[in-house]
């Protein structure tokens, strides 16, 4: 059973490093932790290693974000969690998505994790987030920012019926097997779900199986963005809340480590239950170093 008051540290920062899940295991070890969340870039072979290492007793597994592990064997320099997407308008994709969600969702149930952290879609319009990020001043980013906001209203209807669909579907299996399914909030504008559209969907979908993932760099970027406050979110959704991505920013790069950029994460302290998976999600940009320090930091102001 995992110990959901304890921090978790995700394999996004050391899979590139490292070619089997001991390595990852090891090095995460080392930093402190006791338990790891396996991203989206796992290949089949490393994922069983990892489940050999839980059954043993050397690591626990905190959540899993899908998919995982790589769908169709793809290599994991391609690997997305939009791979296939939930929202797709092609049947053939949304199939294969829910499909290897469903494959994933076993894996996390395998494992002994108690959420899949998962990517409900995107719509297929040119994405208009970065674009925002090189405003030269406050005129020029609300001129930009109203123009992608208006679009992606215009066309998110079918993309966001698509992904009820999906979701409809995974929601029977992920009761069928008793776990729970927690949608991420997002970095890019065209990405599902918005603060609003999280809101229609925890009202059409009533199930204990569903939650909310809240990720603190995607939802500081919305609000240096002045899309919305940082605790818009929360404050909408924390009755939802199974877990949380913790990592830093500076302006609009995030994933640094924890204490190590311009986000005081004692906002999230009111939000957070002693039930709430909490896991460090820094890149490989950080050092090993960073990492320890964010792990005391954490402790220390959560």
Request: glycine share 4%; with cysteine.
């Given at each position: 059973?995992?110990?959901?008051s304890?921090?978790?540290?995700?394999?996004?920062?050391?899979?590139?490093?490292?070619?089997?899940?001991?390595?990852?295991?090891?090095?995460?070890?080392?930093?402190?932790?006791?338990?790891?969340?396996?991203?989206?870039?796992?290949?089949?072979?490393?994922?069983?290693?990892?489940?050999?290492?839980?059954?043993?007793?050397?690591?626990?597994?905190?959540?899993?974000?899908?998919?995982?592990?790589?769908?169709?064997?793809?290599?994991p320099?391609?690997?997305?969690?939009?791979?296939?997407?939930?929202?797709?308008?092609?049947?053939?994709?949304?199939?294969?998505?829910?499909?290897?969600?469903?494959?994933?969702?076993?894996?996390?149930?395998?494992?002994?994790?108690?959420?899949?952290?998962?990517?409900?879609g995107?719509?297929?319009?040119?994405?208009?987030?970065?674009?925002?990020?090189?405003?030269?001043?406050?005129?020029?980013?609300?001129?930009?920012?109203?123009?992608?906001?208006?679009?992606?209203?215009?066309?998110?209807?079918?993309?966001?019926?698509?992904?009820?669909?999906?979701?409809?579907?995974?929601?029977?299996?992920?009761?069928?097997?008793?776990?729970?399914?927690?949608?991420?909030?997002?970095?890019?504008?065209?990405?599902?779900?918005?603060l609003?559209?999280?809101?229609?969907?925890?009202?059409?979908?009533?199930?204990?199986?569903?939650?909310?993932?809240?990720?603190t760099?995607?939802?500081?970027?919305?609000?240096?963005?002045?899309?919305?406050?940082?605790?818009?979110?929360?404050?909408?959704?924390?009755?939802?809340?199974?877990?949380?991505?913790?990592?830093?920013?500076?302006?609009?790069?995030?994933?640094?480590?924890?204490g190590?950029?311009?986000?005081?994460?004692?906002?999230?302290?009111?939000?957070?239950?002693?039930?709430?998976?909490?896991?460090?999600?820094?890149?490989?940009?950080?050092?090993a170093?960073?990492?320890?320090?964010?792990?005391?930091?954490?402790?220390?102001?959560?």
């Open positions: 059973m995992t110990d959901l304890s921090y978790s540290l995700s394999t996004a920062w050391n899979y590139r490093k490292h070619r089997d899940a001991k390595g990852m295991a090891d090095e995460i070890k080392s930093l402190g932790f006791d338990s790891v969340e396996l991203n989206f870039a796992l290949t089949e072979s490393q994922v069983n290693d990892f489940v050999k290492l839980r059954d043993s007793g050397y690591i626990k597994i905190s959540s899993t974000h899908n998919f995982c592990p790589l769908p169709n064997g793809a290599e320099s391609i690997a997305s969690p939009e791979y296939y997407s939930l929202s797709s308008l092609e049947d053939n994709e949304r199939s294969l998505a829910v499909k290897f969600t469903k494959r994933s969702m076993d894996i996390a149930k395998r494992l002994g994790a108690p959420a899949l952290v998962l990517h409900l995107s719509l297929r319009i040119k994405d208009r987030t970065t674009k925002l990020f090189t405003a030269l001043n406050r005129s020029e980013l609300e001129k930009a920012k109203r123009e992608a906001l208006h679009e992606r209203t215009m066309q998110a209807k079918p993309f966001l019926d698509k992904a009820k669909e999906s979701l409809e579907d995974l929601l029977r299996y992920a009761e069928r097997i008793d776990l729970s399914i927690a949608l991420e909030n997002r970095y890019y504008i065209r990405e599902l779900p918005s609003e559209e999280f809101k229609i969907i925890f009202e059409l979908f009533d199930s204990k199986h569903l939650g909310y993932w809240h990720d760099g995607h939802a500081q970027i919305y609000e240096n963005l002045y899309i919305h406050k940082h605790e818009d979110y929360l404050e909408a959704l924390s009755n939802n809340l199974i877990g949380v991505h913790l990592h830093d920013i500076i302006m609009f790069d995030d994933h640094r480590a924890p190590c950029g311009e986000f005081d994460f004692k906002r999230l302290r009111p939000y957070l239950k002693p039930g709430t998976i909490k896991v460090i999600e820094a890149h490989r940009k950080v050092a170093g960073e990492i320890k320090v964010s792990l005391s930091y954490l402790k220390r102001v959560l």
